[in-house]
């Protein structure tokens, strides 16, 4: 006899994963504890009309996994901290507490670290998976209840560079143009991101967009799958990425593509920019870069020509010690051609997390109070004492990276860490593990026992997506909402409810009813936010940032008349090509670069407790060049150990020839092999971003660690 189908309730909400900002609808079975989210379908929204890709279509079962934190914990006295916890019984070195006990620890540490060291010895990381709301809080907890602005978050680990040039050559670090603009575009770049696996919906728009015959150029060391689609595709060598597009510019200034009535009325800077240009023709530098210079030529008249181009970019591009001299270029580009401020034109760095763009945009950022409104100005600096009624720290915060330094050289003794996974998302594992493991005191507020919440002295239930209200930035400033779909599991609680204990905890007087009071005040501390109202939101589903007034416009496109800089126009900066921080050698003689899959979502922490996304891809590996594998001995399939000067990992080795020879390409997501264990932790020195794609590493078939 076949199973009833249950009956099941509609609930509109947002897929939880990517950038790209789905919105979804929840078929949800059961009542109480017993709610189950039965499958999903793709709304049609602005952003994904009615599409999903397999994470949002399948991936809704991690927040009733049965690894899902229900109650309060606290590390019982004596137990190491440590990653390496009993495999059968992790939460044996925690016993559990009520949340009066737990806040007031939680609290009473951090509290006695300000009082003993001041208040730069404190530091926060919030989440680009929380709402604005909850990212708002996180930040002013910091900066008014620490005293310190040593906030950060995961967009230091994507686009941090990105954000930097942007901000410093046109005045704004959001996209440009939402993907949708494909369907006005002639030419698309795709370059150093691989959106088939990581923003899939986005990525079948560009392949929409090919079927009605705009050319799609992608340029990456690895053979993504959007090559099959794409009318060129440049397997540059990995670290010539400036090299290329300098000569990609050199072409069109050579060849007299530049748009000259564009960069006389808008922009500065363009002489210098061009001298650094001109010194890299593709027939010079064809050798370093590894494509062939009529290749290159007809590529940057592709693009000069468009005559609408838009350039997408990712991880590939931002995360190199030179990711800002990329993105400098990218800009570059775009100016230099006017193809920018059209629809189907601009530059659009595709944002990883569900709420990256929001997060940032709310304050989530040592340097920059909200909207990008900068620490460091004493004017700025008195509006948000104003508005918060508190004196404010003129020192601007540490980065992420930076603030684990800090901690190991013992300059940081306490955290909260809201919803961040840094004892797997960091460079270089070992030494961020023994720094967030040295703390005096760490907070974690996670859904699950996570690597980072293995270190913790106090652990916070959090509540899901699928469990909160709270609104969400994506990738093309679209400002959503969601709404729970599930009640929040045993003792958890909603995360804006605990930052605001921690914060009266601290003294401070807050008492929010709910994100709708909470999204009010944003609105005061975001002038791109002032015109959006949480009515509003709750009627359209979805509003286009920045929006300045309530009776004003939305700009789904940026810079139709002038830039949001100082003098309206845009600035060209000259750049020349950096090596990476670690080459190849004889000891080291590959080049390892880390990445996201289709399947999973950055460091797993939700995806591998999904069990039909797990079933899919569960367990670790990393694709050779089967030339490479062949020349070491080793069979595809075989368990290899990968090493760099930081670490060693054993995983499968996977034949692919999408590599080029030399380079071993593996993701991050994987606990028992992490990536990071391997990765260095050289930084951008403007947007201090971590070059997570290149460092030198050997390969060896299995051998014990
Ligand atoms: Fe979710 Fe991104 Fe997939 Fe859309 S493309 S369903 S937002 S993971």
Redesign the pocket.
Known sequence: EAPAIPATRAIDS?????????Q?TYHVAGDGPQAKIIHVD?RDGP??AG???????Y?FGYPRHAHRLTTPLIRRPGIPKSVDLDPANPLAAFREASWEEALDAAAAGLARIKGQHGPHALAGFGSAKGSNEEAYLFQKLVRTGFGTHNVDHCTRLCHASSVAALLEGIGSGAVSNPVRDVEFADVMIVIGANPAAN????ASFMKNAVERGAKLILMDPRETPLARHAHRYLQFRPDADVTLLLSLACVIIEEGLTDEAFIAARTDGFDAFRAAALAFPPERVEAITGIPAETVREVARLYAQGPNSMIFWGMGISQHIHGTDNSRCLIALALMTGQIGRRGTGLHPLRGQ?NVQGASDAGLIPMMFPDYQRVADPAIRAKFESLWDTPLSDVPGLTVVEIMDAALAGQIRGMYIEGENPAMSDPDLAHARAALGGLEHLVVQDLFLTETAMLADVILPASSLMEKTGSFT?TDRLVQLTQPVLPLPGDTRADWWIIQQIAQRLGLAWDYAGPAEIFDELRQALPSYAGITWQQLEAEGAVVAPKFTEDGPSWPVLFEQDFPTASGRARFVAVAPLPAAELPDTAYPLVLTTGRVLEH?HTGSMTRRANVLDALEPQPWCTVHPDDLAAHGIASGARVTLETRRGAIVLEARADRAMQRGSVFMPFCYVEAAANLLTQPALDPFGKIPEFKYCAVRLAAETAI
Do not use: E
């Not at 897929?15 to 900002?21: A, L």
């Not at 923003?199 to 986005?202: D, E, G, R």
């Open positions: 947002l897929c939880p994963y990517c950038g790209v900002g789905c979804t793709g952003a994904n599409r999903l890709c397999v994470k949002g279509r991936g923003h899939p919906v986005a569900n994506n979502w």
